[in-house]
């Protein structure tokens, strides 16, 4: 009963262990495709909407506000960029892409891989380069080096045509991003638009923590800025995908929940089974003079043992399999669906310690309701037969 005790209770724990790092690791990287490619924080027109896929109206280009923004505490990147729908076609293919016109200070995060080479930026003029998501490519079957023609509509219905050579390719993995988005110089687009060089978008900052970013957020909207300007950040773009991360945790939440329970039960009814085995011994101890907290106690003592070896070998398998699927990914995902070829996992220090240290005291805890079985042996009786 005892090694079945601990084999429970080193199941129940490498469960618990695996599934925070499994949903840690989930969360982490699917939030890390979206940052990689839109930054933490947008800075545009005020949308009450806070709609990403709509072109945002003409602001100024302000190096002041620029120069401020990047001396906020963890902004490590300030980007200007115009945005645009287009009408991408190659091979009698047609895809409907929003282009994103960004300068040469731009560079892909490393969440995002890169196939071929990236924008090439003249000193005068445009680039006549574009960079397609791999996805997109596949659909028009196009490859690095292959030209494309660029179709925009303007306001009077007349599409505008450029052709352009695709220069590489980029893959996220984020099914938003991969089908909906490509990359080209920022002056192509304000060239498009008719604008001057100083007339973008909006501006994306780059954080080196998401955690900071709803108070970049806030502290842009309240302190820098001045209407019609408004800021949001990346979770505000995209709230299905954010919900949807949420409703992951809670699903980790409720399984944490039930192995706790499991475990708890399971070592319950082993401290039970050995209190009736050991009645004898009890009643003994009890005609003896031991009071009833030191009779307990023993038991105590051998259900945190149970626990604390059920624990530590649930450590060990638990991060050793973590160590293996980080190393080799042996547990594959489907891409379309979760936005990765691999099951994710990120082991945090302090969530082991704190289910290891929540399980023990749980186990210590509930261990009183079995024990309560001891005042219920009387000595004469299970003394008489021996």
């Not at 469960?15 to 490619?37: D, N, P, R, W």
């Not at 991060?319 to 070829?341: A, D, N, S």
Request: charge should be neutral; proline fraction near 4%; aromatic fraction near 10%.
């Amino acid at each position: 009963m005892i090694k079945l005790a601990v084999l429970a209770t080193t199941l129940s724990v490498m469960v618990m262990i695996l599934s925070l790092a499994i949903s840690t690791g989930f969360q982490y990287v699917v939030k890390e495709k979206l940052y990689c490619f839109n930054g933490h924080v947008h800075v545009s027109n005020f949308d009450v909407s806070h709609s990403n896929t709509r072109t945002a109206p003409i602001i100024a280009l302000d190096p002041v506000l620029m120069a401020k923004m990047q001396q906020i505490p963890h902004v490590m990147q300030v980007t200007p960029f115009v945005q645009r729908p287009v009408i991408v076609q190659a091979h009698n293919h047609t895809e409907g892409l929003g282009l994103k016109g960004v300068g040469k200070q731009y560079h892909f995060q490393k969440g995002i891989s890169m196939n071929g080479d990236f924008i090439s930026y003249p000193d005068s003029g445009y680039s006549h380069q574009v960079v397609l998501s791999e996805r997109t490519a596949s659909k028009l079957d196009v490859r690095p080096g292959d030209t494309v023609n660029l179709q925009f509509i303007d306001e009077t219905a007349h599409p505008r045509v450029r052709r352009v050579r695709v220069s590489g390719l980029y893959h996220s993995g984020m099914e938003e991003v991969d089908n909906n988005f490509a990359v080209c110089d920022i002056r192509l687009l304000q060239r498009l638009n008719n604008w001057t060089g100083d007339s973008i978008n909006a501006y994306q900052l780059d954080l080196d923590n998401e955690h900071f970013a709803d108070t970049v957020s806030n502290y842009i909207f309240y302190n820098l800025l001045k209407t019609p300007l408004g800021s949001n950040t990346t979770a505000e773009n995209y709230p299905n995908i954010f919900d949807w991360l949420h409703l992951q945790t809670l699903n980790s939440t409720v399984l944490l929940v039930i192995m706790a329970v499991v475990s708890i039960i399971n070592i319950g009814a082993v401290l039970l089974i050995l209190m009736v085995d050991r009645a004898a011994m009890i009643g003994l101890l009890k005609a003896l003079g031991m009071p009833f907290n030191g009779t307990v106690n023993i038991f105590l003592y051998v259900g945190a043992i149970i626990g604390a070896m059920g624990i530590f070998l649930g450590n060990i398998v638990a991060l050793g399999l973590c160590w293996l699927q980080q190393h080799f990914g042996i547990v594959t995902l489907p891409e379309e669906t979760y936005y990765m070829k691999y099951a994710p996992v990120k082991v945090i220090w302090w969530h082991v310690v704190v289910t290891d240290v929540a399980t023990l005291l749980l186990f210590v805890i509930c261990m009183w309701l079995p024990a309560l079985y001891i005042r219920t042996i009387q000595p004469a009786k299970v003394l008489q037969f021996k």
